[in-house]
């Protein structure tokens, strides 16, 4: 045996009794460290992860897997930004493929849904330079007149950074009054990756990781719960992940104001970064479990289906996963126009349901905050179709 095979087995058997004691912090539910988190992003095998964030994911949720019946609604994509990751947004170049609804338009969506069980509308967009904060608030008044149930999750930080910013207003105030017309919670997006450094290069000129942090934080002050992202994949390294997870890990010491965090896996498809690879499967199951592993404080880790496919939604519900988002009804173009799987993201009730089933999960319907809705383990759908 020569000195480079004795160093290997050496430093293997290090990292295994490294890996060890970080299992044993997680059985004794004990929080794990930044460094202990680099190192299973480098060095953790996949099945190993899998035993563990499936141990974390069924202590917190058992064998639940939820969802809701949501739709989505985009009113542009003309947008005062420039992120060199998004395919979507039209205004410094091909602004003859942008859209605007118009507010009738976006009434006439709400009005489409007249007497169908969805639970959620989900309304975010580009940052349109003439759509203001009391044109949204408005608007959102007017939604919940047609729909007082609905639960209204709308408008990503950066959206509301600009709104508040043109109205001169602080981020209290302008939250203060989206809520009073009617506004329930935040949805995670605009996150991107905290690090100041890499938003530089990747979205330099919206909202700083400071402003997203503390729009987040002034919402969950005033009652308003959201939810969290991270877009990995693409330039950053894996310390950039794990420091990304702990600046939300802190606020929700903070606030408990998240609901969910979304891992949401880089498309390069229509964008300016099309030159940089997607990463595999294995790698977002491996960062869906390790997510699972360092956000000990937060209840659920969504994989959002429509940007992942429909299989490796499946198999991420081994690896931390235990919420599915929702029905969606092929109603946003973020990622279909970012080369996701789905190119026309729609699934009924049903369908969803069996794709959990299929892998021995208990499907269950929620709302935005997670009350159970129906839990779907004996339910008949053929029934549902002939009272119907
Ligand atoms: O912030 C844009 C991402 C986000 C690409 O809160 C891309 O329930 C991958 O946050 N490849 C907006 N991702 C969407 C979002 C979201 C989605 C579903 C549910 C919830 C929720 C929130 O989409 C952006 C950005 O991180 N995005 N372009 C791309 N090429
Ligand atoms: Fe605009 Fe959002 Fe696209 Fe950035 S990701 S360019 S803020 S629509």
Request: hydrophobic fraction near 35%; glycine fraction near 6%.
């Amino acid at each position: 045996m020569n000195d480079q095979h004795i160093n290997t087995i050496l430093s293997n058997s290090a990292i295994a009794s490294d890996l060890k004691a970080i299992a044993e912090k997680v059985y004794a539910h004990e929080r794990i460290s930044f460094d202990e988190t680099v190192l299973l992003y480098n060095k953790a095998e996949l099945g190993y992860l899998g035993v563990l964030a499936n141990y974390i994911r069924e202590q917190k949720n058992g064998n639940n897997v939820y969802f809701n019946r949501n739709f989505h609604i985009e009113p542009t994509n003309i947008c005062v930004f420039d992120c060199k990751f998004c395919s979507y947004s039209r205004l410094l170049k091909n602004k003859e493929e942008g859209w605007e609804l118009s507010e009738q338009q976006i009434i006439d969506i709400v009005k489409k849904y007249d007497g169908q069980p969805v639970t959620e509308v989900h309304i975010v967009g580009g940052v349109h330079p003439k759509m203001g904060l009391m044109y949204f608030a408005n608007l959102i008044k007017k939604v919940k007149e047609i729909r007082p149930d609905i639960h209204v999750k709308a408008f990503t930080a950066v959206e509301l950074e600009y709104m508040c910013r043109k109205a001169k207003v602080s981020y209290e105030e302008g939250l203060r009054i989206l809520k009073e017309h009617g506004q329930d919670s935040l949805p995670g997006g605009g996150a991107e990756i905290f690090d100041e450094e890499l938003r530089k290069q990747i979205c330099e000129d919206k909202c700083t990781a400071a402003e997203w942090l503390e729009i987040h934080e002034t919402a969950h002050k005033l009652g308003m719960p959201s939810n969290a992202t991270m877009l990995y994949g693409h330039i950053e390294k894996f310390e950039h992940r794990v420091d990304h997870m702990n600046r939300l890990r802190n606020l929700q010491d903070k606030t408990k104001g998240f609901n969910t965090f979304i891992p949401l896996k880089f498309r390069n498809k229509g964008n300016q970064m099309s030159n940089i690879p997607e990463v595999s499967v294995v790698e977002d199951l491996r960062n869906y479990a390790i997510s699972r592993i360092f956000m000990d404080n937060f209840n659920h880790i969504k994989a959002y289906w429509p940007m992942i496919g429909r299989t490796t939604a499946q198999l991420s519900l081994s690896f931390g996963v235990d919420d599915i988002d929702g029905t969606i009804d092929d109603s946003t173009k973020i990622y279909s126009m970012a080369g996701a799987e789905d190119q026309n993201p729609a699934l009924t009730t049903e369908q969803l349901v069996e794709l959990i089933k299929q892998v021995g999960r208990t499907p269950i319907e929620r709302d935005t905050l997670y009350n159970v809705i129906t839990d779907y383990t004996n339910y008949d759908f053929a029934k549902e179709k002939v009272s119907a």
